[in-house]
């Protein structure tokens, strides 16, 4: 096992009574105040994320479109520059290797932001595919990742004195500098609600997160740890990759068909075109419980005293105030109204299948 | 850490509150942090008989779900109902208004296997 790594702000988390856990071969903050009310402050004010475990891939050369068309399942021929796009890579089986965002920096040069968890495998599975006129380059380890995301996140990253002027919409980015550091802006999430993440050089991620918190003091800005990013995640029923997508999971039973393109050549192509004209089997469904229980990762899913699926994620709502989950079950119990049970210890505790997002943040604005 | 020097303890985190023939049952100020946020405690009915060392309880957080163990055999006289309204009394008062339930002690000689707040104090700072 590889030693467990740090990333440049641990002794700030640590200061600010962040509770270290490993977490993808990283120690990371799992909270600070408690995973209910960071969360909370996510969805009506703002908080800021330590995301410098995941993992930055630059992948550049005049071959660079070509290479990623083959990888990626989505088109990245319909970016513009400055602009990013959420996609999966798929095995030749049409297993997941990661779901990743692709940011066209310009022509020929983009960065591809990977799992921490899947970083190595990534590279790895890239390196196994490259092709000449492409160079990659993973810069994981001196990269730090800063996210800025709840309603006020657009007030707070406004304070902040960029040199260029902030004016990129949901999904795009920017070259910036901020104090003279040299960042990548963008407006991009995992919260659901508005957001900013910032990428830049490791020996700079502890000053930027301290004068962040100073021009951010009266907004009611936190720290949030892993424990709320995963509620907050879940209540938009967006996947985790490892619980809800796996390499023996398809984007089209995961419910992201929207980000293949059938139109192109990837590999993985010719498994999903079988599969999807064969029909799914299953299909990644949300779920709410009727009674009192809280769902978890691999508990069992029934239907009429049967198994027939496991759950992948599962928690306690705290903006809706109910328990919810997200597991894998045959298509004829994927409809949303469907009546499931899960199997909470040793009760069967009634749940119905219902429709994902589980919430909408109220207003998202540009 | 809270660790209340005339309650008695378990090494899986219940602390046992001991009034002539009952005893008020909850779990530790450590046991509370390392959980985090409750968000649902699943009580046990009042008249069930249950044996020492059994699974009486569980406490769910956003989290996980932990077990907790009843440490003495007995009818259950008593179970906290504020916690259905709000579980997060375990979080913000663990040894007051947090307690989850009572029972009437059966067989006495079940208190030896209790360790003093001391024992625990060690044992957590194992940990």
Redesign the interface.
């Known amino acids: 096992m590889e030693k467990v790594k740090k990333t440049p702000l641990y002794d700030v988390h640590v200061n600010m009574g962040g509770r270290m856990v490993s977490f993808a071969g990283w120690l990371m903050p799992v909270q600070y105040s408690g995973i209910i009310e960071e969360h909370n402050c996510v969805r009506k004010s703002a908080g800021i994320f330590d995301l410098s475990h995941m993992g930055e891939i630059f992948v550049s050369g005049v071959k660079s479109v070509e290479y990623l068309q083959k990888l990626i399942t989505n088109d990245i021929e319909k970016l513009a520059d400055g602009r990013a796009l959420y996609t999966v890579m798929c095995l030749e089986s049409g297993g997941i290797v990661d779901d990743l965002l692709v940011y066209r920096i310009k022509k020929d040069e983009y960065m591809l932001v990977v799992n921490a968890l899947n970083t190595a495998k990534v590279f790895a599975w890239m390196r196994k595919n490259l092709v000449s006129g492409v160079e990659i380059a993973n810069k994981s380890e001196g990269t730090a990742l800063i996210a800025i995301q709840g309603p006020l996140s657009k007030t707070i990253v406004l304070s902040l004195d960029f040199k260029n002027p902030v004016s990129i919409k949901y999904f795009e980015f920017m070259s910036n500098n901020i104090n003279g550091i040299d960042c990548i802006l963008a407006r991009t999430g995992y919260t659901g609600e508005d957001g900013f993440e910032i990428f830049l050089p490791s020996d700079y991620a502890a000053v930027l997160w301290d004068s962040i918190f100073a021009e951010a003091k009266d907004t009611g800005l936190m720290p949030v740890g892993l424990g709320a990013r995963d509620t907050l995640r879940m209540e938009m029923g967006y996947s985790l990759y490892g619980n809800d997508i796996t390499e023996e999971t398809t984007p089209l039973e995961a419910g992201l068909s929207w980000v293949i393109d059938f139109n192109k050549e990837f590999i993985g192509k010719e498994a999903l075109l079988k599969q999807k004209e064969h029909g799914l089997k299953r299909k990644l469904i949300g779920f709410m419980m009727l009674d009192r229980g809280i769902p978890r990762s691999h508990y069992e899913i029934f239907s009429s005293g049967e198994k027939v699926g496991e759950v992948t994620s599962g928690t306690m709502s705290s903006t809706l105030k109910k328990a919810i989950g997200m597991g894998y079950v045959p298509v004829e119990l994927a409809k949303p109204g469907t009546r499931i049970d899960i199997s909470i210890r040793k009760a069967m505790v009634e749940a119905r299948v219902v429709k994902k997002p589980f919430y909408i943040p109220e207003k998202r604005k540009n | 850490m809270s660790i209340p020097k005339d309650f008695k303890y378990t090494f899986s985190h219940e602390w046992i509150k001991i009034e002539d023939d009952k005893a008020l049952i909850g779990v530790t100020d450590y046991a509370q942090d390392k959980l985090?946020?409750v968000?649902?405690v699943?009580l046990p009915k009042v008249g069930t008989e249950i044996e020492a060392g059994h699974e009486a309880v569980?406490i769910?957080s956003?989290?996980?779900?932990a077990d907790v163990y009843t440490p003495l055999s007995g009818k259950i006289t008593k179970v906290n109902t504020l916690l259905d309204k709000d579980p997060s009394f375990i979080?913000s008062g663990p040894y007051g208004k947090g307690w989850i339930f009572e029972i009437e002690i059966r067989d006495k000689r079940e208190l030896e296997k209790l360790i003093d707040a001391q024992v625990y104090e060690n044992k957590i700072s194992e940990d």
């Open positions: 985090g946020d968000v649902f699943e569980v769910e956003v989290k996980t779900a979080n």
